[in-house]
C-alpha cells in the first residue's frame, strides 16, 4: 500500500509539473520579442568594475592571466585578432574567460591552435570565439565569460560574468 501512494503522489506531482510547463510556454509563446531579450539579460552576473590591463599591452592570440571578480577566481584575458561574439575593443576581438572548468574546477590552458580553452581533467573544450561555447568533454555549462568594457584610454575592464563560476554557490562576493 505505502509503494501505490508514493507513486501516486510522483504521478501527481509530474503531471502538476507538466501542466506548469505547458502554461509557461503558452505565455513564452505570446509574450513580446522585447520583453524575451529582457529575460535573457538576467543571466548577467553583477561583479564590480575592476582594470584587467589595457589594449596596447595585448598581443594577439597570447593569453594574459588575470583575477577577476576576486583573487580567488583566475582567468584570461585575449586578443583573438578578429571580431567575436562578446569581444570589445577596436576591432571588437578583446575577451575574457574564467579559466576553471565548470565541470570540475580543473585549471584549464589556452590552445592558440584552434582557439580553444581546455581541461585536463576530464578533457572538456570551450570555444573562445564563439562565447566559451563547449564543444567537447563532461561540462554541462558553458565557460564563464566575463563582460568587458574598453574606457577612452584603452584601459579594459571586467564588469560582469555570463554564467556561475566554478566552486561558488552564487555569483555574489
Known amino acids: 500500500m505505502k509503494c501505490n501512494r508514493l507513486v501516486d503522489a510522483g504521478r501527481r506531482q509530474f503531471l502538476r509539473g507538466g501542466a506548469m510547463a505547458t502554461a509557461g510556454a503558452?505565455?513564452?509563446?505570446?509574450?513580446?520579442?522585447?520583453?524575451?531579450?529582457?529575460?535573457?539579460?538576467?543571466?548577467?552576473?553583477d561583479y564590480p568594475?575592476?582594470?584587467?590591463?589595457?589594449?596596447?599591452?595585448?598581443v594577439a592570440n597570447e593569453p594574459v592571466d588575470i583575477e577577476?571578480?576576486?583573487?580567488?577566481?583566475?582567468?584570461?584575458?585575449?586578443?583573438?585578432?578578429?571580431?567575436?561574439?562578446?569581444?570589445?575593443?577596436p576591432d571588437g576581438d578583446i575577451v575574457a574567460f574564467s579559466v576553471l572548468c565548470p565541470h570540475k574546477g580543473w585549471y584549464m590552458s589556452y590552445n592558440a591552435e584552434d582557439r580553444t580553452m581546455n581541461c585536463p581533467g576530464h578533457f572538456s573544450r570551450f570555444d573562445v570565439e564563439a562565447g566559451g561555447q563547449q564543444v567537447w568533454?563532461?561540462?554541462?555549462?558553458?565557460l564563464p565569460q566575463f563582460?568587458?568594457?574598453?574606457?577612452?584610454?584603452?584601459?579594459?575592464?571586467?564588469?560582469?560574468?555570463?554564467?556561475?563560476?566554478?566552486?561558488?554557490?552564487?555569483?555574489v562576493l
Open 26 to 45: 503558452a505565455v513564452a509563446a505570446v509574450a513580446p520579442a522585447s520583453e524575451a531579450k529582457a529575460a535573457g539579460a538576467l543571466a548577467q552576473i
Open 49 to 58: 568594475s575592476n582594470k584587467l590591463g589595457n589594449v596596447a599591452d595585448l
Open 68 to 89: 577577476y571578480p576576486d583573487a580567488d577566481s583566475p582567468g584570461v584575458l585575449l586578443k583573438l585578432g578578429q571580431a567575436v561574439e562578446g569581444g570589445v575593443g
Open 137 to 142: 568533454g563532461h561540462a554541462t555549462q558553458n
Open 147 to 171: 563582460t568587458l568594457r574598453v574606457d577612452d584610454k584603452g584601459d579594459i575592464y571586467a564588469e560582469g560574468c555570463s554564467d556561475l563560476i566554478f566552486g561558488r554557490p552564487s555569483n
